[in-house]
C-alpha cells in the first residue's frame, strides 16, 4: 500500500550540505510566480521535507521495528523505501528513467549518520524539481506529466511522514499546501491506485475531519492509528 511511483495518471495538468532549512530561508525553488498558479512543486517539496525531517531525525534505533501503518514495512523498511523514492525522483525531474527494483539499505550504509544524508537528499530533490523545465512535459517509464510524478513524491514524503510519526508516537503537521495539492493528486488518481493495490480501500471518516484526516482516509490509512 502507499507506494505511488507506478501509478498511471488519468488527467494531465498542468548537493547541498545537510541542513535543514528554515521557513526564512530564501530558496530557488520559492521564485515569483502567477498568483492564480499553483506553487511550484519544488516550494511544495521544499516545505513537506522541513515538515518531515523534525519527525525521523527523532526515530531512535530501539524504534527501527516497530510497526507502521503501511502493513507491510516496518520503521526502518519504511525509512529505506522513503530514502529511495526522494533518490529516484530526483533523476525523474530529470526526464531520465530509474529502476526501483532493489531497495537499498541506506540506513545499514549510512549508520548514525542517515539523518543527515536524507536531509541532503531532500535538498537535493528540491533542486531538482526547481531546475528549468522539470515540470515540463513527460517523464517516467509510463511518460506521466512531470508535475503529476513531481506531487507522487511529495505524497511519499507527506504520508510516509506521517506513517513514521505515528510508529514512534510523535507529532506531525504537514506543510502549509501540501495537503490541498495531494487531495486533488488522489482524487485523480485514487480509482487507478485502489486496482494497482497501491491504495488500499478508503476508510470512512466523521464530518467536521482535517483535511490531513481525510488524505489520509482516500489513502486507505486510518487516521487514528496507533502502534498499540
Known amino acids: 500500500m502507499n507506494d505511488t511511483r507506478d501509478i498511471p495518471d488519468e488527467t494531465h495538468y498542468g548537493a547541498p550540505a545537510h541542513t535543514d532549512r528554515t521557513a526564512d530561508a530564501p530558496h530557488p525553488a520559492q521564485g515569483p510566480h502567477p498568483a492564480d498558479a499553483p506553487p511550484p512543486i519544488s516550494a511544495l517539496l521544499d516545505a513537506a521535507a522541513q515538515a518531515a525531517l523534525p519527525v525521523l531525525r527523532a526515530v531512535r534505533d530501539d524504534q527501527l521495528g516497530r510497526p507502521t501503518p503501511c502493513s507491510e514495512y516496518d520503521?526502518?523498511?519504511?525509512?529505506?523505501?522513503?530514502?529511495?523514492?526522494?533518490?529516484?525522483?530526483?533523476?525523474?525531474?530529470?526526464?531520465?528513467?530509474?529502476?526501483?527494483?532493489?531497495?537499498?539499505?541506506?540506513?545499514?550504509?549510512?549508520?548514525?549518520?542517515?539523518?543527515?544524508?536524507?536531509?541532503?537528499?531532500?535538498?537535493?530533490?528540491?533542486?531538482?524539481?526547481?531546475?528549468?523545465?522539470?515540470?515540463?512535459?513527460?517523464?517516467?517509464?509510463?511518460?506521466?506529466?512531470?508535475?503529476?510524478?513531481?506531487?507522487m513524491v511529495l505524497l511519499d514524503l507527506t504520508v510516509h511522514a506521517w506513517d513514521v510519526a505515528r510508529a514512534i508516537g510523535r507529532p506531525y503537521a504537514p506543510a502549509a499546501g501540501c495537503v490541498t495539492e495531494l487531495r486533488a493528486l488522489a482524487a485523480r488518481m485514487g480509482p487507478t491506485a485502489r486496482t494497482m493495490n497501491v491504495f488500499a480501500a478508503p476508510v470512512p471518516v466523521p464530518p467536521g475531519a482535517s483535511d490531513l484526516d481525510m488524505l489520509l482516509a482516500e489513502t486507505g490509512r486510518d487516521p487514528h492509528w496507533t502502534a498499540g
Open 75 to 151: 520503521v526502518r523498511a519504511l525509512l529505506n523505501h522513503l530514502f529511495q523514492v526522494v533518490v529516484a525522483f530526483q533523476t525523474l525531474a530529470a526526464k531520465k528513467d530509474v529502476d526501483f527494483s532493489h531497495t537499498p539499505d541506506r540506513l545499514g550504509e549510512y549508520g548514525a549518520q542517515w539523518p543527515d544524508r536524507f536531509a541532503d537528499e531532500t535538498a537535493r530533490l528540491v533542486e531538482a524539481w526547481a531546475a528549468p523545465g522539470a515540470e515540463d512535459g513527460l517523464t517516467g517509464g509510463m511518460q506521466l506529466p512531470a508535475r503529476t510524478v513531481g506531487a
